[in-house]
């Protein structure tokens, strides 16, 4: 089932249900490889084994492609309706695939962003009896404009707030001249890091490297083995923590690792993981994903000497960005990782939500005791308040 739109030149597109990922496959994967600096987790690799993973019973794809008027795909939005039960009504709310396990998806665009988003929210007008809220999250700040279009709709409630944050370092020149232009005491302490690791592992430091389908899997399983040992694991929070991320991992990084683009790495002390890095890549671009690091060894700071040790590889490749991503909070506040990234990138968090019956009323009342709704000629059923309460909630 689809409906189609027209904005301006582009041709918009909504596919629904799992024969999409069949449909447009090869398109999508051909548009991958034009496009400049695409994100991985708008690929469909990223995209497919995220719904695999991720997705609920109930749960429905929502494709969006853009087309030109060649008809050639320039743009794509893979989104799944979720259906969301809240105050005992059922939201069926439009959410990003890729940010179920990814961070900063936006949209796959061959031509200029903005104009992929006002096609493929064109397309998504079209559908709003079909839909309660759409709720993007981690959209970069400057395809914030995506919100005007959505305001300019008469019955939408359309909110927009800061969502995550994260490093960007461009790769450019020598390490020696990047590491020069750190602070004094940035240098320092990456200096003092390494030296008290060296007098930590009289066994000798060294780093292994695994980027091929056929190891990167017994790195991860080391990886996770290093993550419950610390902090996360008394927290409950971490890949281990989830079964499902730690099975989304399991099937994507071999997959990643046969055409370059994932390997794990492990700082290690005699036949001892003391740190991992899960590194994944799309283009010239590293996502420096998840770290983690033995407790054991804290004071030595092995998580971010390992992480800085694999950037300080990236110099002299034609890699050319390395992103430091899933912060909720500005890089000021985590000077471990402001002190190497000198760009933070703000994403921003976009819900529309559909003026449905009860929620004008819940305006009006909300602030007015229940016990005067009778007194100010007002009366209203338990499930139309409910309704409210889940539009403003």
């Known amino acids: 089932m689809r409906t189609e739109s027209e904005h301006r030149f582009l041709s918009s597109e909504v596919h629904c249900g799992l024969q999409a990922f069949e449909l447009l496959r090869d398109e999508w994967s051909s548009a991958v490889a034009r496009a400049h600096a695409p994100s991985l987790f708008v690929t469909p690799v990223f995209t497919e084994l995220s719904w695999q993973h991720f997705s ?141 690791l060296q007098e930590a592992c009289p066994e000798g430091l060294h780093i292994e490297v695994h980027d091929a389908a056929d190891t990167v899997s017994g790195a991860f399983e080391r990886y996770i083995a290093i993550e419950r040992l610390g902090w996360k694991s008394g927290a409950k929070v971490g890949l281990w923590a989830d079964p499902r991320e730690a099975d989304f991992h399991r099937s994507l990084l071999p997959r990643l690792a046969q055409i370059g683009q994932a390997s794990v790495w492990m700082l290690r002390s005699g036949t001892r993981d003391i740190a991992g890095l899960v590194r994944l890549r799309q283009g010239s671009t590293t996502y420096e994903r998840y770290s983690t690091y033995d407790p054991e060894y804290a004071r030595c700071s092995p998580g971010t000497w390992l992480c800085m040790e694999a950037v300080r590889q990236l110099f002299g490749t034609d890699c050319t960005r390395s992103d430091a991503l899933g912060l909720h909070e500005p890089l000021a506040n985590r000077p471990a990782i402001g002190a190497w990234y000198d760009i933070e990138q703000r994403t921003c968090r976009l819900v529309a939500t559909r003026e449905i019956h009860g929620l004008r009323l819940y305006r009006q009342l909300r602030g007015v005791p229940a016990s005067r709704w009778q007194q100010v000629g007002v009366g209203v059923g338990a499930a139309a308040v409910a309704t409210a309460l889940t539009v403003m909630n």
Request: with cysteine.
């Open 56 to 196: 609920r019973p109930g749960d429905e794809p929502w494709i969006v492609t853009v087309r030109d008027a060649a008809g050639t795909l320039v743009g794509l939005l893979p989104l799944a309706l979720c259906v969301e039960v809240r105050h005992r009504f059922q939201m069926k709310v439009l959410r990003h695939i890729g940010a179920w396990s990814g961070d900063r998806p936006g949209v796959l665009h061959l031509v200029d962003a903005w104009q992929v988003w006002q096609a493929a929210l064109s397309a998504l007008l079209r559908r709003q009896p079909d839909w309660h809220q759409l709720d993007l999250r981690e959209i970069d700040v400057q395809e914030l404009p995506a919100a005007a279009m959505l305001q300019a709709v008469g019955h939408l409630s359309v909110q927009a707030r800061l969502d995550t944050y994260s490093g960007v370092l461009p790769i450019t020149g020598t390490w020696d001249d990047y590491f020069r232009s750190r602070s004094k005491n940035t240098r320092q302490a990456y200096r003092r890091s390494e030296r008290l």
